[in-house]
């Protein structure tokens, strides 16, 4: 059986540990000398985001692999889309084709004018009264047929509509930029709606975690400023937060950085590199 390993808050480790400056000591406050004890710490991404597929079909293309870097919008995958890419050049004609607005129209020119024609000759009864109502129904109807066209290329454009959203989610793309962590389909499976299909790593910038020992935690957030060792190099690395909860088990806690590295990845040892303290340190 495992159980869970026991945390303290991390202001009551502050106020238990005797002889510790406080968070917001100054150098001068500090015992002459003073050397921190080396802090070993872990490169990891920023966060994770799990791509789900929008649609269900079957995959036509994978176009990334693990490991590699993506912008955000970059295609990750295509879904087999010939079918609907059919449908929405059929829809698109059926909203593009105003055959019969235009001859609506037209017809409701030619019947305006025979109408007035008959309510002139109507005057001098030359026609009879019944002819000048059958041109007016006539011309309602026509405008009754201009009514109706115009709303069937409406109904059409919603349809080309609708259908192009479902094309263009055909294509599947990376809502963020960072790496490629996981492919979890490959061409030719098919996922079904809302089924996780990538992982991408969100590595700009990345995120440091050092385990602080709890007796360091007070003189370490002193510090003005933090360097990473990582593979040989030094790095410049920015505070972010400290962990609330002290590991009781390990007696550390975790104080997190962001790095700025685009030649990095996650997963990396490193070793935080902390300069004699002096100024205010980094707020809990």
Do not use: H, N
């Amino acid at each position: 059986m495992f159980c869970a390993k026991p945390l303290l808050p991390l202001t009551l480790i502050c106020a238990l540990l005797p002889g510790q400056a406080p968070a917001q000591s100054s150098a001068q406050d500090m015992a002459p000398g003073f050397a921190p004890m080396p802090v070993s710490c872990a490169v990891r991404a920023l966060r994770e985001v799990r791509v789900a597929a929008p649609v269900s079909g079957v995959i036509a293309s994978v176009t990334v692999r693990p490991g590699q870097k993506v912008a955000e919008g970059e295609v990750l995958a295509r879904f087999d889309s010939q079918l609907a890419e059919a449908e929405l050049a059929l829809a698109e004609a059926r909203a593009s084709d105003t055959a019969a607005r235009d001859s609506a129209t037209a017809r409701i020119a030619a019947l305006t004018s025979r109408l007035a024609r008959l309510e002139k000759a109507l005057r001098s009864r030359a026609v009879s009264e019944a002819e000048v109502e059958t041109a007016r129904l006539d011309l309602d109807l026509a405008k009754g047929e201009l009514l109706r066209a115009e709303a069937e290329l409406r109904f059409a454009g919603l349809e080309a509509a609708r259908v192009r959203v479902g094309v263009e989610k055909a294509v599947i793309r990376s809502p963020v930029a960072g790496t490629v962590g996981e492919m979890l389909i490959d061409a030719g499976e098919a996922p079904d709606s809302q089924q996780p299909i990538a992982v991408i790593t969100v590595t700009d910038p990345l995120r440091v975690e050092a385990w602080v020992p709890s007796s360091e935690v007070p003189a370490f957030l002193a510090m003005t400023s933090f360097r990473a060792r990582i593979g040989g190099t030094e790095r410049p690395l920015d505070f972010d937060y400290a962990a609330p909860m002290a590991d009781i088990s390990s007696g550390t806690i975790s104080v997190f950085f962001t790095l700025t590295a685009p030649d990095l990845l996650p997963g990396l040892d490193c070793q935080i590199i902390t300069p004699p303290p002096g100024g205010e340190g980094a707020k809990l």
